[in-house]
């Protein structure tokens, strides 16, 4: 192998292929500054204010009963205070959407959902006003796959920061507390890391794969020109 052709093609591609080193050198600083400024994911935890038991006096087979598409077979049950009251949560073979009925008096209101969800932000905000600002059934450039956990409702508190937070009723916890400044650091790693300023996910995937094979080829030159340079050993006489 030309030991001349070797030295070139490692100075060009590193020179050439040098941005994507830098830009995940950047993106592990980034990382450590997160983990200091930002918390971790919001634990699950009970919500509602207490569940008064004694206020049920509807059965859940009874409850299910009043759900038409119930005969296809139910899937879970839970039980949630909602309003003071208690509510079944059922999920019916099939669906991903909650249906509520009452274990008071067996109304079923499919609204009691968003109520629910409003109840877990403002919990979570320590009791702060929030208003309801999307329902996500895909992820976004903000709520991206990591969360995992979808369907979603966002709420807005009209603070300063543009504080925002995620909620799932089917887990009935918070999956996402974020603000400007938060997002703005989550921003900046996503673009330097995962080369989130490219839009086609295929795309995206394409050129991270393509530049890191080059920066590992990048890699083996220098290691192979490291050996065709070294001082040879002199003969002894």
Known sequence: MNKNFVRKAHRWLGLIFSISILMSAGSG???????????????????????????????IADATARLPDAAQGVAAVNVR??????WYQ????????AQYVSAVDGRVDAAQDEVYA???????LGGAEVTKTDY??????????IFRILPVYRFDLEDEHHTRVYVSTTTGSV???TDD???????????????????????????LT????????????????????????????
């Open 210 to 237: 393509t530049l890191t094979f080059a920066t590992c080829i990048v890699a083996l030159l220098g290691i192979v020109l490291f050996f065709m340079t070294r001082p040879k050993k002199r003969a002894v006489d």
């Open 136 to 145: 996500l059934t895909a992820f976004n450039n903000e709520y991206i796959n």
């Open 175 to 177: 999956t996402r507390h």
């Open 118 to 124: 409003g109840e877990i932000a403002k919990a979570f």
């Open 90 to 97: 059922v999920y019916v073979n099939g669906s991903r959407s």
């Open 181 to 207: 400044g938060r997002q703005f650091e989550a921003r900046i790693f996503t673009n330097f890391h995962k080369f989130g300023f490219i839009p086609n996910k295929d795309v995206r995937d394409l050129v």
């Open 29 to 59: 600083v980034i990382h450590n500054i997160m983990t200091r400024t930002q918390p971790p994911p919001p634990a699950a935890s009970p919500s509602g204010e207490g569940l008064n038991v004694n206020q049920i006096t509807m059965s």
């Open 81 to 86: 205070s909602i309003g003071g009251q208690p």
